[in-house]
T-cell receptor, first 115, second 110 residues
Framework: GAVVSQHPSWVICKSGTSVKIECRSLDFQATTMFWYRQFPKQSLMLMATSNEGSKATYEQGVEKDKFLINHASLTLSTLTVTSAHPEDSSFYIC???????????FGEGSRLTVL | GDSVTQMEGPVTLSEEAFLTINCTYTATGYPSLFWYVQYPGEGLQLLLKATKADDKGSNKGFEATYRKETTSFHLEKGSVQVSDSAVYFCALESNYQLIWGAGTKLIIKP
């Protein structure tokens, strides 16, 4: 199946710094990418939907100035957590699709720990 | 709003046991239903899906039938293996988004 890769898989940063997480579709062009947040023992929470070349659409309650999403090409989307705080510590997962509701392919996830 | 409820885990079974993980949903209209699996250290992947009532999705020995009358999509497997140990998520498609259940951790002991 199609492969989606996230980098880094694990990152530790100090409070107040910014962290960028990359999501790449390795063998297909992803017209739409999704970013999720997964809390321990909880389900995935959709944060935002990004289409290549346009601004991301954020879910209610997600701060767009804090979680910057860029989908500059058909194979790359980035999530930047700005001025990170300990409560931003979580597991962030991206997924990608080639059609408005085609099959979703998920990345391995990136674990962020903010000290 | 639309929602998905699945049984809490962890579910612990012995190898070759019969598995059922319950999933019920609330939705307007007729959504598509999915089971995703997350193996340890890996990303999520689609296990099976059903797009209309009475459809049966199947893959890797797992099955789930879309039951409109009971609004359910229970996941079953006749004989589980240690390699089936993972977290299983039930989800429905609503307005081009996926609504997720909380996930059920499955532990299979040899």
């Amino acid at each position: 199946g199609a492969v989606v890769s996230q980098h880094p898989s694990w990152v530790i940063c100090k409070s107040g710094t910014s962290v960028k997480i990359e999501c790449r579709s390795l063998d297909f062009q992803a017209t739409t990418m999704f970013w999720y947040r997964q809390f321990p023992k909880q389900s995935l929470m959709l944060m935002a939907t990004s289409n290549e070349g346009s601004k991301a659409t954020y879910e209610q309650g997600v701060e767009k100035d804090k979680f910057l999403i860029n989908h500059a090409s058909l194979t790359l989307s980035t999530l930047t957590v700005t001025s990170a705080h300990p409560e931003d510590s979580s597991f962030y997962i991206c997924s990608a699709t080639t059609a408005p509701f085609g099959e979703l392919f998920f990345g391995e996830g990136s674990r962020l720990t903010v000290l | 709003g639309d929602s998905v409820t699945q049984m809490e885990g962890p579910v612990t079974l012995s190898e070759e046991a019969f598995l059922t993980i319950n999933c019920t949903y609330t939705a307007t209209g007729y959504p598509s239903l999915f089971w995703y699996v997350q193996y340890p250290g890996e990303g999520l992947q689609l296990l099976l899906k059903a797009t209309k009532a009475d459809d049966k999705g199947s893959n890797k020995g797992f099955e789930a039938t879309y039951r409109k009358e009971t609004t359910s999509f229970h996941l079953e497997k006749g004989s589980v293996q240690v390699s089936d140990s993972a977290v299983y998520f039930c989800a429905l498609e609503s307005n081009y988004q996926l609504i997720w259940g909380a996930g059920t951790k499955l532990i299979i002991k040899p």
